[in-house]
């Protein structure tokens, strides 16, 4: 289900779309871009951490460039810029994203 | 969390909420009225039961009547008319619905 407001504009911590399908329950943050870098203010990742929490939900930022697929990264996986924000290249997330299969729990491939 | 579309225009069988704690996960269909009585179309039930099935929640219609607390039923105790659509009397609700409290498993007495 998506967010009714999306947006950092909104005081309450919600992420842009909730899912479930009766095993797994995720919160996701959703960035898109041409580019190759995404960045995310990090009240925006501690936002979605603190809905997970409350909900029961894994937390997860949802990120589609140009030519990839949706590519999932938990939050621990986020790298900080040193102004405590948070960078996302595209190659990196190429290589530690997940899918949405993956993040589904239909597939449990180890990515190395 | 609070559906960006409310009502029954969607295509999509979404609820009015859908709520978790970590432990429960409750998709809630909302209705508000100063009168006695409220109906609801039965094909607005069916598509919260859906919604619930699919995502993994608990269906409940959310009642707000002038001068109560917000009550809440379960599908299977919500009566149907005789043409197939669904009316709550306020009386019937008060005897037979839930509080938030009951619903979110912070309370669970049962009523007579």
Same mark, same amino acid.
């Given at each position: 289900m998506r967010a009714p407001a999306s947006g950092g504009? /909104? =005081? =309450?911590?919600?992420?842009d779309v909730v899912a479930g399908n009766g095993k797994i329950y995720l919160a996701i943050e959703v960035k898109t871009t041409t580019k190759d870098k995404i960045y995310i203010d990090h009240p925006q990742i501690d936002a979605l951490i603190e809905f997970s929490d409350i909900f029961g939900a894994t937390p997860y930022l949802g990120m589609k460039f140009k030519? /990839? =697929?949706w590519l999932f990264l938990a939050p621990e996986n986020i790298l900080k810029t040193k102004n405590g924000n948070y960078k996302i290249e595209k190659d990196y997330c190429l290589e530690k994203a997940l899918e949405l299969d993956e993040i589904c729990g239909f597939d449990t491939q180890v990515k190395f």
């Open positions: 504009a /909104t =005081k =309450k911590p919600l992420p030519y /990839t =697929k």
